[in-house]
């Protein structure tokens, strides 16, 4: 079982930048691959950014394509996400999630274990 545990949340203005973590305990960190998603209030949790077990490959939401980068230290038990130019309608509560089965995975249900989640908030 792995436990996740997000940090990095915050208030910032649009356009600013923020930078998520994400610590995972056990042993077996580098067995999973790690995705972020996000729920905004009302809305369905939405894919943010995957990264495969040896980082070699990144997917990312079209929504967040070419904003956000994110990256994995399997040494660390550590993932992060790195957003640049938010806007407004970034704002949503980020969750931290691991999953086994296939490279990454973009679909809410390959993966297994999940975080409680860090606010973030954009301010226009």
């Known amino acids: 079982q792995v436990q996740l545990v997000e940090s990095g949340g915050g208030l910032v203005q649009a356009g600013g930048s923020l930078r998520l973590s994400c610590a995972a305990s056990?042993?077996?960190?580098?067995?999973?691959?790690m995705g972020w998603f996000r729920q905004a209030a009302g809305e369905e949790r939405e894919f943010v950014a995957a990264v495969s077990r040896t980082g070699s490959r990144t997917d990312y939401g079209d929504s967040v394509k070419g904003r956000v980068t994110i990256s994995r230290d399997n040494a660390k038990n550590t993932v992060s996400l790195q957003m640049n130019s938010l806007k407004p309608e970034d704002t949503a509560v980020y969750y931290c999630?691991?999953?086994?089965?296939?490279?990454?995975?973009?679909?809410?249900?390959?993966?297994?274990?999940w975080g409680q989640g860090t606010q973030v908030t954009v301010s226009s």
């Open positions: 056990g042993r077996t960190f580098s067995s999973y691959f």
């Open positions: 999630a691991a999953g086994s089965s296939g490279l990454t995975g973009v679909q809410l249900a390959k993966y297994l274990y």
